[in-house]
């Protein structure tokens, strides 16, 4: 069965970066994109951007421009998120989705707090 | 960037009412590429309807979608208590991904 497992919580100080896993099984791992999505504390999604598996293209939504980075290793089937700079407006709820018609499935999210 | 407008904010029902939820986008959705999810407390959304009208796979067919262009609805036909919930659309068809600022549904 498809799964997307993603890495622990994470606690990191201002100015620090934190990168985020998502482990994928199930399926061929470059077959689809991966999308990366946040969630705040009560608040709604908010859509980071997207890779390419296959060839590593990435599209990033202009807010993170210039701070998010997504990667990938296509050995162990596994996407990276590595946000930089970070600030206590970016503590939320992490997601990657797999990208097919709609964002199919999802890891479980990954809880990054930032905070002195 | 296309935004989308959730309607209502919050909807309070009771089990076995017919739901019916509104996503409006600021300009056309490119070839329906219109989804809807359900996201419960603690969870990962779900999704439920791609294409503005096709069901994902193990949805219910009391879930059903409908809608083009700029108009989109989800209507769920008889609430079950699982049911309740905050449900989201987005637009997948053109950069950047989008999402609605989703609606409660909630037990009246």
């Known amino acids: 069965q498809v799964q997307l497992v993603q890495s622990g919580a994470e606690v990191k100080k201002p100015g620090a970066s934190v990168k985020v896993s998502c482990k994928a099984s199930?399926?061929?791992?470059?077959?689809?994109?991966i999308n990366w999505v946040r969630q705040a504390t009560g608040q709604g999604l908010e859509w980071m951007g997207w890779m390419n598996p296959n060839s590593g293209n990435t599209g990033y939504a202009q807010k993170f421009q210039g701070r998010v980075t997504m990667t990938r290793n296509t050995s162990i089937s596994t996407a990276y998120m590595e946000l930089s700079s970070l600030r206590s407006e970016d503590t939320a709820v992490y997601y990657c989705?797999?990208?097919?018609?709609?964002?199919?499935?999802w890891g479980q999210g990954t809880l990054v707090t930032v905070s002195s | 960037e296309i935004v989308l407008t959730q309607s209502p904010g919050t909807l309070s029902l009771s089990p076995g009412e017919r739901a019916t939820l509104s996503c409006r986008a600021s300009q056309s959705v490119s070839s329906s590429y219109l989804a809807w999810y359900q996201q419960k407390p603690g969870q990962a959304p779900r999704l439920l309807i791609y294409?503005?009208?096709s069901r994902a796979t193990g949805i219910p067919d009391r879930f059903s979608g409908s809608g083009s262009g700029t108009d989109f609805t989800l209507t769920i036909s008889r609430l079950e208590p699982e049911d309740f919930a905050v449900y989201y659309c987005q637009q997948y068809g053109s950069s950047p991904i989008t999402f609605g600022g989703g609606t409660k549904v909630e037990i009246k």
């Open positions: 294409g503005a009208s």
């Open positions: 199930g399926y061929t791992f470059t077959s689809y994109d």
């Open positions: 989705a797999r990208g097919s018609y709609g964002d199919d499935y």
